[in-house]
């Protein structure tokens, strides 16, 4: 299944987010009032119980396509960061994998990992 989710603050277009998952596991969330409003990670934790047992992360910077560009009402070159992910629920065992395409000038990213 794929999830195609356009983030805006003050209605302004932030980030756009590409998501893949299993139908079969994850149907409901498709249909789940709560996709507007909540990040997947949140929905598939409080629906499934799942949280990632690893997490494969590559994040770059880029610039904008054309298409982009429309969609974040930018000029064609401007700033990208592109994260890319990969949740684990077991070692070797893909459940999600994420494409972020966050505006350059908008966002600022901090991580925090704890074991």
Same mark, same amino acid.
């Given at each position: 299944?794929f999830?195609?989710?356009?983030?805006l #603050?003050?209605n302004?277009?932030?980030?756009?987010?590409?998501?893949y998952l299993?139908y079969?596991? &994850?149907?409901e969330i @498709?249909?789940?009032?709560?996709? +507007?409003?909540e =990040? /997947?990670? #949140? /929905?598939? +934790?409080d629906e499934?119980?799942?949280?990632?047992?690893k997490?494969?992360?590559t $994040?770059?910077?880029m %610039? %904008? %396509?054309e +298409? #982009?560009? =429309?969609i &974040?009402e930018?000029?064609k070159?401007y700033? $990208?960061?592109?994260?890319?992910?990969i949740?684990?629920? +077991?070692?070797?065992?893909p @459940?999600?994998?994420?494409?972020?395409? &966050?505006?350059?000038?908008? #966002?600022k990213?901090? @991580?925090e990992?704890?074991?």
């Open positions: 299944m999830i195609k989710r356009l983030r #603050v003050d302004e277009p932030i980030s756009l987010h590409h998501t299993s079969d596991k &994850f149907k @498709y249909s789940s009032d709560r996709l +507007e409003s =990040q /997947l990670c #949140v /929905l598939i +934790e499934y119980g799942i949280t990632p047992k997490v494969l992360e $994040l770059e910077s %610039t %904008t %396509t +298409e #982009v560009s =429309q &974040f930018t000029e070159g700033p $990208l960061l592109i994260l890319e992910d949740m684990y629920e +077991e070692e070797a065992k @459940y999600e994998y994420s494409k972020v395409i &966050f505006r350059g000038d908008k #966002v990213l901090k @991580y990992f704890n074991n």
